[in-house]
């Protein structure tokens, strides 16, 4: 089985240069699953419905939405209530009972199931949100007697050491856990010994002349001023960079990683 993820849809050059790359890489590797995050793709902000219906038409399977979820929450609140989003938010929010949206996402495909969990770091982040290892192991225990295929984690995060924890605690217990925030695809993809594999970040699919997705003359000031007072534009540079990771797995084990890096012109 392989699954096929990208990351960081960032604005309208990542959401058309998606659009341009994802047939071709489908028809190359031909995956089962198809697994995206959108956190800023509407705007360097949290998806709307209108991109989400527009991303789910791509063959996506899941979108997961990190700490961004509710930037734009008026337009995409209805989307996250419905049975058949294909939009998750974070697992590890506090007063889970009265958040719209599901924190995971379990999918069928020709008899094989995949389970897509959503986690957010207590460190360094915007949102107060309860300990992510306590919780995945809460949520793993709800589908012990279930049978699931394969089960990947997307852990966002800032610092290294809370992923590689994270993957020593679920190592064979889960085929894939990941972790994405610094905005740079890493070279420390790593299978452990039960077969779980790791990557520190898989990047984003972004305009390649800008920073994290933004116009450089837009962010000039708050790097020689230090003050965060400019509005931030979008990049509209045509050349982009979309980064992927390609996972095969057998038996619930990661047995082989693809790292993908495309760069292009709209």
């Given at each position: 089985?392989?699954?096929?993820?990208?990351?960081?849809?960032?604005?309208?050059?990542?959401?058309?240069?998606?659009?341009?790359?994802?047939?071709?890489?489908?028809?190359?590797?031909?995956?089962?699953?198809?697994?995206?995050?959108?956190e800023n793709?509407?705007?360097?902000?949290?998806?709307?419905?209108?991109?989400?219906?527009?991303?789910?038409?791509?063959?996506?399977?899941?979108?997961?939405?990190w700490?961004?979820?509710?930037?734009?929450?008026?337009?995409?609140?209805?989307?996250?209530?419905?049975?058949?989003s294909?939009?998750?938010?974070?697992?590890?929010?506090?007063?889970?009972?009265?958040?719209?949206?599901?924190?995971?996402?379990?999918?069928?495909?020709?008899?094989?199931?995949?389970?897509?969990?959503?986690?957010?770091?207590e460190?360094f982040?915007?949102?107060?949100?309860?300990n992510?290892?306590?919780?995945?192991q809460?949520?793993?225990?709800?589908?012990?007697?279930?049978?699931?295929?394969?089960?990947?984690?997307?852990?966002h995060?800032?610092?290294?050491?809370?992923g590689?924890?994270?993957?020593h605690?679920?190592?064979?217990?889960?085929s894939?856990?990941?972790?994405?925030?610094?905005?740079?695809?890493?070279?420390?993809?790593?299978?452990f010994?039960?077969?779980?594999?790791?990557?520190?970040?898989?990047?984003?699919?972004?305009?390649?002349?800008?920073?994290?997705?933004?116009?450089?003359?837009?962010?000039?000031?708050?790097?020689?001023?230090?003050?965060?007072?400019?509005?931030?534009?979008?990049?509209?540079?045509?050349?982009?960079?979309?980064?992927?990771?390609?996972?095969?797995?057998?038996d619930?084990?990661?047995?082989?990683?693809?790292k993908?890096?495309?760069?292009?012109?709209?």
């Amino acid at each position: 089985m392989k699954i096929l993820i990208f990351w960081d849809v960032f604005w309208r050059i990542g959401r058309r240069a998606l659009e341009k790359e994802l047939p071709i890489l489908k028809n190359k590797f031909n995956p089962d699953f198809i697994v995206a995050n959108v956190e800023n793709a509407t705007s360097g902000r949290g998806i709307i419905e209108k991109h989400a219906l527009e991303l789910g038409d791509l063959w996506i399977d899941i979108m997961t939405s990190w700490d961004h979820v509710f930037d734009n929450f008026v337009k995409i609140k209805e989307y996250l209530e419905e049975e058949d989003s294909k939009l998750i938010r974070v697992a590890n929010f506090y007063d889970d009972e009265n958040l719209e949206g599901k924190w995971y996402k379990l999918i069928e495909k020709n008899g094989k199931k995949l389970l897509v969990v959503h986690l957010l770091s207590e460190t360094f982040m915007n949102h107060k949100v309860y300990n992510p290892f306590l919780k995945i192991q809460e949520i793993l225990s709800k589908f012990e007697n279930e049978k699931i295929d394969w089960i990947v984690i997307d852990f966002h995060k800032e610092v290294t050491s809370e992923g590689y924890w994270m993957a020593h605690l679920l190592d064979s217990k889960v085929s894939f856990v990941f972790w994405t925030h610094t905005h740079i695809q890493t070279n420390d993809e790593l299978i452990f010994p039960g077969g779980t594999w790791l990557i520190s970040d898989v990047w984003m699919s972004w305009p390649l002349f800008s920073v994290i997705g933004a116009d450089f003359n837009s962010v000039k000031n708050r790097f020689l001023t230090g003050i965060n007072k400019w509005k931030i534009e979008q990049c509209l540079d045509k050349n982009y960079v979309v980064n992927w990771v390609c996972i095969e797995i057998e038996d619930m084990k990661c047995v082989n990683i693809e790292k993908i890096r495309i760069r292009g012109s709209l």
